[in-house]
């Protein structure tokens, strides 16, 4: 089967039905998150390069429009760390040409002490960086990023990002049980996120199967706790919900194994992201678990599927 570099649109609990672009190959990244739901990184890198001809994205993103997908956001991000792509500035420019739905970037910020990376974004409608971490140790020990970044580059090439930028940051705080989520945490990650002023605060944690199994989720009550401490721009982000009709049957099963080929999703997410009645795509997660090629995974009481691993 023949790589796709635009999929779905998927179930986003920030950004409703986004259109996904991947502008890298598959875990290439910067760093190597605990909590990351693709697992664990294949390839750490900090190197700038063209990963994926800008022509054939462009042409994906189109096909994708030309068939009729709405999407609310159209979402670089995807396998890995967007800003490795050398050519993200002229992708968004490209873009914005072919539609006027929004386009936003998710981002861990890693390079945000790069001008040329800055500049690079300054086109999006929504920037969703992250930081999880207010120090160098607490940086290392959730993030385990290249060697040769630092979080003292990091953060404060956030925070000039923060001062440059004309569109709307939304900061993604991702808190961890037993890691980075007492009331100590929230103060001390409250001191940046005034320095880098975003619009919005998004708390989250891991609801998702993590890299690593002690990348624990946070109980809800102390999530509320956290949230109110970082003040009235923050929120713990809620579950998404559809409520359009999927336009097309005949691509439902290619879209399902394209969205659980980028994270596992409950059968709520996959019905909210392909827009299909929830009746009808147990039908076809019945019908490929059999198959084996989808499998089951339990965190907590709530059944995810994913790709079926090879033995």
Not at 21 to 46: A, E, R
Not at 81 to 95: A, Q
Request: hydrophobic residues 35%.
């Amino acid at each position: 089967m023949k790589e796709r570099f635009v999929y779905g649109p998927v179930p986003s609990r920030r950004l409703g039905r986004s259109l996904g672009v991947d502008l890298v190959p598959f875990k290439v990244c910067s760093y190597n998150c605990i909590y990351c739901q693709l697992g664990k990184t294949k390839h750490k890198t900090i190197e700038r390069k063209p990963y994926i001809p800008t022509e054939r994205i462009l042409n994906e993103v189109h096909q994708k429009l030309t068939e009729g997908i709405r999407p609310d956001r159209i979402t670089l991000a995807g396998s890995g760390e967007p800003t490795l792509n050398s050519e993200i500035g002229s992708l968004i420019h490209e873009i914005k040409k072919l539609t006027k739905t929004p386009v936003a970037v998710l981002t861990n910020a890693s390079l945000f002490g790069s001008s040329l990376v800055r500049e690079s974004l300054m086109e999006a409608d929504e920037v969703l960086p992250s930081l999880d971490a207010y120090d160098q140790n607490g940086f290392e020990t959730v993030n385990r990023p290249h060697p040769e970044i630092t979080f003292k580059a990091m953060v404060e090439g956030l925070i000039a990002f923060g001062k440059e930028y004309p569109g709307e940051i939304w900061l993604e705080v991702f808190i961890l049980d037993g890691i980075n989520a007492t009331e100590s945490d929230a103060l001390h990650l409250k001191h940046w996120i005034e320095k880098v002023s975003p619009h919005k605060v998004h708390i989250n944690t891991a609801v998702r199967p993590s890299a690593e199994a002690y990348a624990r989720q946070v109980a809800p009550e102390d999530l509320v706790r956290f949230c109110k401490i970082l003040g009235e721009k923050a929120e713990v982000i809620a579950p998404f919900r559809g409520s359009e009709k999927h336009e097309t049957q005949a691509v439902v099963e290619k879209d399902l194994l394209n969205l659980l080929a980028r994270r596992p999703c409950t059968l709520e997410d996959i019905a909210a992201g392909l827009n299909v009645d929830r009746d009808e795509i147990l039908k076809y997660i019945e019908r490929l678990v059999k198959k084996h090629v989808i499998e089951t995974v339990k965190r907590g009481s709530i059944i995810y599927y994913q790709p079926k691993k090879p033995l």
